[in-house]
């Protein structure tokens, strides 16, 4: 079993920054891929940013502004997100993903808010 905890979420003014933080726990394996995706009022759940040993993604709205970031060692991704904007405010979610068996883990959720 995998368990998430996500930490650092809050209320911003637009232009700030937070950094997220997901400590995983339980059998983690530093070849299965880790990230972040998010889910707004009435709207679906969609990536963020992703990271693995052989790629790291970020979704479209949130590129050049966002960072994901692991540190093995402590089983942590980090998500530094810059130039806030309130279209950023949603629900942050850390995601595990094994490949074998294919599934999914997912956190609690931290929330993050930014005002205008």
């Known amino acids: 079993q995998v368990q998430l905890v996500e930490s650092g979420g809050g209320l911003v003014q637009a232009g700030g920054s937070l950094r997220l933080s997901c400590v995983a726990s339980g059998s983690i394996s530093s070849s299965n891929a880790m990230g972040w995706y998010r889910q707004a009022p009435g709207k679906q759940r969609e990536l963020v940013a992703v990271i693995s040993p052989n790629f790291t993604n970020y979704g479209d709205s949130v590129k050049g502004r966002f960072t994901i970031s692991r540190d093995h060692a402590k089983n942590t991704v980090y998500l530094q997100m810059n130039s806030l904007k309130p279209e950023d405010t949603a629900v942050y979610y850390c995601?595990?993903?094994?490949?074998?068996?294919?599934?999914?883990?997912w956190g609690q959720g931290t929330q993050v808010t930014v005002s205008s």
């Open positions: 995601t595990y993903a094994t490949m074998i068996p294919p599934r999914s883990y």
